[in-house]
């Protein structure tokens, strides 16, 4: 279905173009680019057997937890063996402001549970939609993660997040020039 998207894609694109003369090395780009992309999700597909989210699993404690309600929380069950993380956070300077044991994984605070938006209509216009909590609008660039004792950490700065423990005494991490 994809390559037919695809195809239709490159036709319309090629009908376009040549109504415009000889077609100009950044459409010619886009068209191989194009015809790429297909051919890498042919063969590489989006897996469709996932049978559980970490990422909407921390979505939905979030949803909860920042609305006041941490007991619902707390009682999210998650239905696979969390992985445990480690993350060190960084000021601008380098400096270390915490170290922390993650449970689950890290999710960007610009993660949602529902779109932001509703597709284009006929009238070009952007319909928003509503968060679970009924806001609209984006949230800071960010992390959030809880811990392994369900406590909440939200983060917007520099940070080292790996599988593996270790532990950062005198980093050697520059933020900027």
């Not at 800071?140 to 950490?153: Q, R």
Request: proline share 5%.
């Amino acid at each position: 279905m994809k390559k037919i998207i695809t195809l239709l894609m490159v036709i319309t694109m090629i009908f376009s173009l040549s109504a415009c003369g000889e077609p100009s090395g950044q459409h010619q780009d886009m068209v191989s680019t194009l015809d790429t992309v297909s051919d890498l999700q042919e063969r590489q597909p989006t897996p469709t057997d996932l049978d559980f989210s970490l990422e909407r699993y921390n979505l939905i404690r979030r949803a909860y937890w920042v609305n006041g309600q941490r007991e619902k929380a707390a009682a999210v069950v998650c239905q696979v063996e969390k992985p445990l993380g480690y993350i060190v956070l960084f000021t601008e300077s380098g400096s270390v402001v915490g170290r922390f044991v993650v449970d689950g994984k890290v999710s960007s605070l610009n993660s949602y549970l529902t779109p932001d938006s509703e597709a284009y209509s006929s009238e070009y216009r952007l319909d928003w939609v509503a968060d679970v909590d009924g806001s609209y609008g984006e949230n800071d660039a960010g992390i959030f993660f809880f811990t392994p004792d369900g406590k909440y950490v939200e983060w917007t700065g520099t940070y080292l997040y790996s599988d593996i423990p270790f532990e950062v005494d005198d980093p050697v991490v520059k933020v900027g020039g």
